[in-house]
């Protein structure tokens, strides 16, 4: 994970938020390739979730009515049991203590130090409050959305409304949420903001264990279709235990990130009934039901929720694809990262081989023909192995070497990032030899 971390802010992946004043607590920001590959992930989420019949998406706002969490019960029960040590200070997740460490050494769990006092847990909101308006009174409290969800539930009726949707139906949106977590960390994996890609899926109460079993599926198929690998994926099943109160049933899809981390929760597929719409047709007095016109039925829907977070399939994204490997005939290895070249922040790469003899100048034009159709990055600075090894260590899949003989036959030499085989491809073939290796 060091070396990821040390990775991604050398080569503009990610950024400690406001690094110049020391940092602030567990937020992070992406760079100019950071930005790339996380619009990738949430691009590829949105055309597999949205562009279908039955999936519609939504924007909905951060802030809402107060009356939405109460509803939610995130208010009242929106929290993590909190412990403090008297002696070091540290503050710790009473139900997680056996991941944590105190900062007494030798490093040991929190409690177990002779020195150690924990204080009794007591109960910790997680959600951020802020106020609207220009008063700081109670009567004006708000909250920073914890979840995107509920912008979803209470858009319900609008949307199946507005776009006539009968159900079985799904609505799916991508955006920020806020928690102020008691223990982030582990860079990108626990952050206080980060973004949530939430579809919630409208069926007939009886065919709910269904479609949960069809989201189940098309969910883990999809973390695999991003290139993460087999044996690093894994279903956890909410125990009775675990299960939320109203849920009848959940799975985590667990991704291996290593080290201490191990097997972490990427997303969570619940089968939630009509908890969420029960909820706010008691708290808003709005009848929040669906009516099935061929059939003479109405009822309150049951839903069945995928939830995923972009930051952290991104983080797994980058630990499944970064490697350091030796390479024949040289001293130096490489560091690669294998990212699928769909999802490679920069798809090709183009160098002139030496800066003379218009070399540039046709490798600019290259550039500027690929640019309309993909991401591109000229690079005419070191050695050609240098430029090779820059591109490997962010993931470009190509790269494109104009040389002496390419004035002469139009035609440049094509690098792929994996195998390092070398092709010889015509410049007016390039684009379409590229696009369809971009899968
Ligand atoms: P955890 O047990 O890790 O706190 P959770 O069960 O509270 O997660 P959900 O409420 O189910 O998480 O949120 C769905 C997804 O949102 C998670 O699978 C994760 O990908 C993402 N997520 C949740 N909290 C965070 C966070 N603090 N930082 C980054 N991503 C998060």
Known sequence: MDKLVSLCKRRGFIFQSSEIYGGTGSVWDYGPLGVELKRNVKERWWNSM?????VVGLDASILMNPRVWEASGHVGGFVDPLVDCRVCKG????????????????????GQHDACQLTEPRQFNLMFKTFMGPLE?????????????????????????????????????????????????NFIFRTREFEQM????????GTDMEWFEKWKAARMQ??????????R???????????????????DVTFDFGGTLGFQEIEGVHNRADFDLTQHQTFSGKKLEYFDQPNNKRYV???VETSVGADRVTLAILVNAYREEAVEGEDEGRVVLGIAPSLAPIKAAVFPLTKKDGQPEMARRIVDDLRTAMTVDYDEAGSIGKRYRRQDEVGTPFCVTIDPQSAGDDTVT?????????????????????AARLV
């Open 233 to 251: 994926l894994k279903f956890h099943q909410h125990t009775a235990g675990e299960l939320a109160h109203y849920a009848r049933a959940a799975f």
């Open 137 to 185: 009174e109670s009567a004006s409290t708000v909250y920073l959305r914890p979840e995107t969800a509920q912008g979803i539930f209470v858009n319900f009726l609008n949307v199946q409304q507005s776009m006539r949707q009968k159900v079985p139906f799904g609505i799916a949106q991508i955006g920020k949420a806020f928690r102020n977590e008691i223990t982030p960390g």
């Open 222 to 231: 999809w973390h695999l279709d991003l290139g993460l690998s087999t044996e």
């Open 198 to 205: 939430e579809m919630q899926f409208f069926v007939e109460p």
């Open 50 to 54: 949205v562009r279908r019949d039955d």
């Open 301 to 303: 829907p049951y839903v």
């Open 91 to 110: 503050r710790f997740r009473a139900d997680k203590l056996e991941d944590a460490r105190c900062p007494q050494k030798p490093s040991k769990q929190p």
């Open 414 to 434: 094509v690098r792929e990032r994996d195998s390092l085989a070398q092709e010889r491809v015509s410049t007016s073939q390039l684009r379409a030899y590229l």
